[in-house]
């Protein structure tokens, strides 16, 4: 089976960064997904993972450990419009999608 | 190109009910998944399709089934419907080669609400 953790909630003030963990146990891992989900919204594709190291994509950042089973997602100079979930999924055997229950980040002026 | 749609939108139905919806997956994809989102709860997902069939199936009882078109459009059918079925159905699509493995793009949903 699988296990996936990430905090409920977080709040960070505009500008700032922020970091949000993602702690999992699966067997077959096969990639780590970040997704964004503005309430009401569908979710919206962020970043891959599949290697242990650092993914950059402008403001958002991700990290993987696969030995640790610990993935964060980092976003920099923090938009209000940021506001949303952050999902992490992860990938297990062939295509074997498992989501996290998300982190609701409230971006605040 | 067209991205992800789904249909309908939103959708009451009362319990003992069957229910389809329709995802029509976005262009050059092969592959469809489905995820129920219950309210304060993270995506589940339910089955996922490639070129025509079903190659994974989530923890979601047999009346949760559907299939996957020619033209990887695809349908989600629930029957005997239960209270707790009411949530938000997501499908995604995504172009999957072998064993490499590409984001999903989601559909808007379609909001279930079961009476």
């Known amino acids: 089976g699988q296990n996936i953790d990430q905090p409920t909630e977080m709040t960070a003030t505009e500008g700032a960064i922020v970091q949000i963990n993602c702690t999992y146990q699966?067997?077959?891992?096969?990639?780590l997904f970040w997704y964004q989900q503005h309430a009401g919204e569908a979710p919206t594709f962020l970043s891959y993972?599949?290697?242990?190291g650092l993914e950059e994509k402008g403001r958002f950042s991700s990290f993987l450990s696969r030995s640790k089973g610990y993935s964060y997602l980092l976003l920099k100079e923090l938009q209000m419009k940021d506001s949303a979930s952050y999902l992490c999924?992860?990938?297990?055997?062939?295509?074997?999608?498992?989501f996290g229950t998300g982190t609701k980040l409230q971006v605040i002026p | 190109e067209a991205g992800v749609t789904q249909s309908p939108t939103h959708l009451i139905k009362t319990r003992g009910q069957q229910v389809t919806l329709r995802c029509s997956s976005q262009?050059?994809?092969?592959?469809v998944s489905w995820y129920q989102q219950a309210l304060g709860l993270g995506l589940q997902f339910l089955l996922w399709y490639d070129e025509g069939e079903e190659r994974n199936r989530g923890n979601f009882p047999p009346r949760f089934s559907g299939r996957q078109f020619p033209n990887y459009s695809s349908e989600l059918n629930v029957n005997a419907l239960e209270l707790e079925d009411s949530a938000l159905y997501l499908c995604?699509?995504?172009?999957?080669?072998?064993?490499?493995?590409?984001?999903?793009?989601f559909g808007p949903g379609t909001r279930l609400t079961v009476l």
């Open positions: 995604a699509s995504s172009l999957v080669l072998a064993d490499n493995y590409n984001e999903q793009f």
């Open positions: 262009s050059g994809h092969n592959t």
């Open positions: 999924a992860v990938v297990r055997g062939y295509q074997k999608v498992t």
């Open positions: 993972n599949v290697l242990d």
């Open positions: 699966t067997s077959g891992f096969n990639g």
